[in-house]
């Protein structure tokens, strides 16, 4: 069954920098383009970043452009966002999502998230 | 950007009633619309995709309609499990991906 298990959330102070792991299974990895979506506590989802499968591709939200930068790791079944100069607003729950089948751009999978608080 | 709005914020409803979520779309998104239930403590679910086609394993008392600007999600007759709060999200038109405030659907 596909598993999306997600690692790296914690505490950090403003200006700091953070890499969020996302390891995947039970699916073949490379097929698939990925993203990370984040919750704020409280609020709703925010799209944040996608990647294609090759990983030649990158987009990212207007609200972390410049700070954050997704890759992935084919061979090793990762997907990867490293999070620099982070904010206060920056912190929610970072999920890792797979894309539907043939590049639609909808979460048919979901890891179960991790925690990014950014505090002094 | 396209923004997508949903209706009522939350909607109280008794088990074994019937529930309408709406969402509208800022913009034509066509038809790709998906809709995903999320439980407290829990990452989202996706029930809906194409605005009409239920994900797998999703049960048949969830339905989806609609088309251009307009989308409906429809619970035909509410379980315990189905209060929750739910997306929709537009995948017409990107980036960004975009979802809409959610509607958290309450017990009466």
């Known amino acids: 069954q596909v598993q999306l298990v997600e690692s790296g959330g914690g505490l950090v102070k403003p200006g700091g920098s953070l890499r969020l792991s996302c390891a995947a299974s039970g699916f073949t990895f490379s097929d698939y383009y990925m993203s990370w979506i984040r919750q704020a506590p409280g609020k709703g989802l925010e799209w944040v970043s996608y990647?294609?499968?090759?990983?030649?591709?990158?987009h990212y939200a207007d609200s972390v452009k410049g700070r954050i930068t997704i890759s992935r790791d084919n061979a090793k079944n990762s997907l990867y966002l490293q999070m620099n100069s982070l904010r206060a607003e920056d912190t929610a729950v970072y999920y890792c999502a797979r894309w539907g089948a043939t590049m639609w751009a909808y979460f048919e999978y979901w890891g179960q998230g991790t925690l990014v608080t950014v505090s002094s | 950007e396209i923004v997508m709005t949903q209706s009522p914020a939350t909607l109280s409803v008794s088990p074994g009633e019937r529930a309408t979520l709406s969402c509208r779309a800022s913009?034509?998104?066509?038809?790709?619309l998906a809709w995903y239930q999320q439980k407290p403590g829990q990452a989202p679910r996706l029930l809906i995709y194409?605005?009409?086609t239920r994900a797998t394993g999703i049960p048949a008392r969830f339905s989806g309609s609609g088309s251009g600007t307009e989308f409906t999600l429809t619970i035909s007759s509410l379980q315990s499990e189905d209060f929750a709060v739910y997306y929709c999200q537009q995948y017409n038109n990107w980036p960004p991906l975009t979802f809409g405030g959610g509607t958290k659907v309450e017990i009466k």
């Open positions: 913009q034509s998104v066509s038809s790709y």
């Open positions: 194409g605005a009409s």
């Open positions: 990647i294609s499968s090759s990983g030649s591709n990158k």
